[in-house]
């Protein structure tokens, strides 16, 4: 099965490609505001005051445009 994507500005050897994460390093193909999702859920359970200081960088991120949901 191969996935398409409805966006023609995007060619689907494009979409899903890994992305290191800042924090680990390691590649992944989920990530948000440079931080994989495995890195999201240990700030968040293990280094509260780290995750803090993510979710704050994310919200100036969404505020600026850079990082959109649409």
Do not use: F, Y
Not at 51 to 68: C, D, P
Request: glycine share 8%; proline share 4%; hydrophobic share 40%.
């Amino acid at each position: 099965m191969t996935a398409v994507c409805d966006d023609p500005g995007v060619a689907d050897d494009e979409i899903a490609q890994p992305v290191p994460c800042v924090r680990c390093r390691r590649d992944a193909l989920l990530n948000m505001a440079g931080h994989c999702s495995d890195c999201i859920a240990d700030m968040g359970l293990n280094h509260v005051e780290e995750h803090g200081t993510w979710r704050a960088e994310l919200a100036e991120l969404v505020k600026s445009g850079e990082l959109a949901g649409a």
